[in-house]
């Protein structure tokens, strides 16, 4: 079975711009959550999506958002970019909410 | 605040021998706890977990100890292999799945030969 895929797997945007990062969960599993990775923080929650719906969100600002299609597959949007957005996107799915969360190979977001 | 900690920043372990990683956590309404094993430019890895309802919980060579009034649990690995060179990350959840993960900042494993 194939694992989480997120792409792009790099990019590089300028402060200001907006970006949109994509993940393709698991085959069947329904929920997927975003994590924002950095040397200083750690890994940090962002949101969670399940059935199309955000069921929980981790405390960022609202440049932070996403959106679940009906195929699970997700998207996450940051508008505004700041340089401290700079960061390892990581993508998770799981089956259910109740279970343990699988994680793609990330995004490397440089914002310059 | 940190919610979840490792103190460890790194840990050497010779390999064939015991590794054991730990980990602290503040918040007692946490009540599921999972060890992820990261390499670089790779995303976490799923390696074990554990319910608050249990104290241990074995999967081959890993093994994860809560002890809940301490609030701390622990990552043993018998016998560390070379290919366990990576950074380790306890997380927890309030409730299984119903929440976000909260991590720790992690531990980096380096086997010896």
């Known amino acids: 079975k194939a694992g989480v895929t997120q792409t792009p797997r790099y990019l590089i945007k300028t402060r200001g711009q907006q970006v949109t990062l994509s993940c393709s969960p698991i085959s069947g599993h329904r929920s997927v959550s975003w994590y924002q990775q950095t040397p200083g923080q750690g890994l940090q929650f962002l949101f969670e999506?399940?059935?199309?719906?955000?069921?929980n969100k981790g405390n960022f600002p609202g440049r932070f958002s996403g959106r679940q299609f009906s195929n699970s597959r997700s998207e996450m949007n940051v508008s505004t970019l700041e340089l401290g957005d700079s960061a390892l996107y990581l993508c998770?799915?799981?089956?259910?909410?109740?279970?343990?969360?699988?994680f793609g190979p990330g995004t490397r977001l440089t914002v310059t | 605040d940190q919610q979840v900690k490792q103190n460890s920043p790194s840990l050497s372990v010779q390999e064939g021998r015991i590794s054991i990683l730990n980990c602290d956590y503040t918040n007692s309404m946490f009540d599921y706890f999972l060890w992820y094993k990261k390499y670089p430019a790779e995303g976490p890895t799923f390696l074990i977990s554990?319910?608050?309802?249990?104290d241990k919980n074995e999967d081959g060579r890993f093994t994860v100890f809560l002890n809940k009034s301490a609030k701390h649990l622990s990552l043993h690995i018998v016998p560390s292999q070379p290919g366990d060179s990576a950074v380790y990350f306890c997380a927890a959840s309030l409730v299984v799945g119903a929440d976000g993960l909260t991590f720790g900042k992690g531990t980096h494993l380096i086997i010896q030969p």
């Open positions: 554990i319910s608050s309802i249990k």
């Open positions: 998770a799915s799981s089956l259910a909410r109740t279970t343990e969360q699988y």
């Open positions: 999506y399940f059935s199309e719906t955000q069921r």
